[in-house]
């Protein structure tokens, strides 16, 4: 990789999106993605005031995904299917797709990790990601245990971990290339491994549903 990165944030005009545009900004130079090229633009010039950093630019998913080393699906799940359509054949080989895609629903009131709508064939978002993206590119799953909210209150320093599920190269290649103040990546294991992380996210939002937690997050003590 780059000294200094380039980092596609698709579906980069949400809140996760908006989050991490925010906090990787720093250093790195970040393409916010979105179907709507003018929207995004908007939406980069909006972070780039807020955050201070000059390095921040809009274009299509498409564009986004085909300059960028890093490449961070920030999508909901029901939209994942639909972007890979979108960004498949665009990658690069030696980019490295990062999935903090967590595949919900909710069963008498309490959050579940559930795969099925995406492939029942599959395990975790991540997996599915990397299925469908094909042999040759690389997938990691990470960022899923920080909440949007968190991440774009940039007045607040963070102080979180974050779960690694991938090869051993892509890991030492995120934690040297994608640090921000405040996080700590750890890994946690290969992509098989991705489904537990995925399964942090909705219990952490029962624990705070039910304890009046709000942007319940991880650290590993």
């Given at each position: 990789m780059r000294a200094s990165p380039s980092i596609a944030i698709l579906g980069g005009t949400g809140d996760l999106g908006e989050g991490l545009a925010l906090r990787l900004c720093p250093g790195h130079s970040v393409i916010v993605g979105s179907r709507d090229p003018t929207r995004a633009a908007s939406r980069a010039a909006e972070y780039a005031a807020r955050s201070g950093?000059?390095?921040?630019?809009?274009?299509?998913?498409?564009?986004?995904?085909?300059?960028?080393?890093?490449?961070?699906?920030?999508?909901?799940?029901?939209?994942l299917p639909g972007l890979l359509d979108e960004i498949a054949g665009n990658i690069r080989e030696e980019s490295l797709v990062v999935s903090p895609v967590?595949?919900?629903?909710?069963?008498?009131?309490?959050?579940?990790?559930?795969?099925?709508?995406l492939d029942p064939g599959s395990n975790s978002a991540a997996e599915?990601?990397?299925?469908?993206?094909?042999?040759g590119i690389?997938?990691?799953?990470?960022?899923?245990?920080?909440?949007?909210g968190l991440l774009s209150d940039v007045d607040r320093r963070l102080d979180v971990d974050v779960l690694v599920a991938s090869d051993d190269a892509a890991f030492r290649a995120m934690s040297e290339?994608?640090?921000?103040?405040?996080?700590r990546y750890l890994h946690a294991g290969p992509l098989e491994l991705a489904r537990y992380l995925e399964q942090l996210v909705?219990?952490?939002?029962?624990?705070?549903?039910?304890?009046?937690?709000?942007?319940?997050?991880?650290?590993?003590?």
């Open positions: 950093c000059a390095g921040i630019e809009g274009s299509g998913n498409v564009d986004a995904a085909a300059r960028a080393d890093y490449v961070i699906l920030a999508a909901p799940a029901d939209a967590v595949p919900m629903s909710r069963r008498s009131g309490v959050f579940v990790h559930d795969v099925s709508a599915y990601v990397a299925k469908r993206l094909g042999r690389r997938v990691a799953a990470a960022f899923h245990t920080i909440p949007a290339d994608l640090r921000v103040d405040g996080i909705p219990l952490l939002l029962n624990v705070g549903r039910r304890n009046g937690i709000r942007n319940p997050s991880l650290k590993v003590i």
